[in-house]
T-cell receptor, first 114, second 114 residues
Framework: GQQVMQIPQYQHVQEGEDFTTYCNSS?????IQWYKQRPGGHPVFLIQ?????EVKKQKRLTFQFGEAKKNSSLHITATQTTDVGTYFC??????????????FGQGTILTVHP | EAGVTQSPTHLIKTRGQQATLRCSPI?????VYWYQQALGLGLQFLLW???????NRGNFPPRFSGRQFPNYSSELNVNALELEDSALYLC?????????????FGAGTRLSVL
């Protein structure tokens, strides 16, 4: 079945440093979504990418979807302590038995040291 | 507008018992998804309900089951509880589970099996 691998599993940065997490799918995706889960909280939707090669920005966050629609990345510029949490990518395959099912990556736990 | 609500917040059971978890989706959403998040792990897809029917199922044994009611709320039932079932169970809802729809998560039910 479809697998979504996310790396790194953990990332510790000093406040002000940049951070990137990568997501790779074993199959071509119809779209990919990114979620953030604060410690003790629940996943909160950040963004959805649909088009091949798409790049979207939200303030200090930059999201990319690969040309082959099998990989994606999230880059945070100049991290702040408010960025702490686990970042998940979630890919959705095009159809068949995977229809409607989001496959989540294992997540990257980001800690930011002030 | 109310978000996705889950009850109970915490649930303590002993091995072999049954657990019932409940979820009310955002008003207007017809799809409900259930995920298991074991400590330190990612989100594992359990079930997807839409318009009262089970649409997709993750790789979990049959003792994990559920249903969706006419008002689109949902129940997740876990029979013959095992210690490894201890986890945070998250419910999410979306508009009809088409490929591009975003999932909104509830705060979860933390199930502890003793």
């Amino acid at each position: 079945g479809q697998q979504v691998m996310q790396i790194p599993q953990y990332q510790h940065v000093q406040e002000g440093e940049d951070f990137t997490t990568y997501c790779n799918s074993s199959t071509t995706l119809s779209n990919i979504q990114w979620y953030k889960q604060r410690p003790g909280g629940h996943p909160v939707f950040l963004i959805q990418l649909v088009k091949s090669g798409e790049v979207k920005k939200q303030k200090r966050l930059t999201f990319q979807f690969g040309e082959a629609k099998k990989n994606s990345s999230l880059h945070i510029t100049a991290t702040q302590t408010t960025d702490v949490g686990t970042y998940f990518c979630a890919g959705r395959a095009g159809g068949g038995t995977s229809y409607g099912k989001l496959t989540f990556g294992q997540g990257t736990i980001l800690t930011v040291h002030p | 507008e109310a978000g996705v609500t889950q009850s109970p917040t915490h649930l303590i059971k002993t091995r072999g018992q049954q657990a019932t978890l409940r979820c009310s989706p955002i008003s207007g959403h017809t799809s409900v998804y259930w995920y298991q998040q074991a400590l330190g792990l990612g989100l594992q897809f359990l079930l997807w309900y839409d318009e009262g029917e089970e649409r997709n199922r993750g790789n979990f044994p049959p003792r994990f089951s559920g249903r969706q009611f006419p008002n689109y709320s949902s129940e997740l039932n876990v029979n013959a509880l095992e210690l490894e079932d201890s986890a945070l169970y998250l419910c999410a809802s979306s508009f009809r589970g088409m490929a591009k729809n975003i999932q909104y998560f509830g705060a979860g039910t933390r199930l502890s099996v003793l």
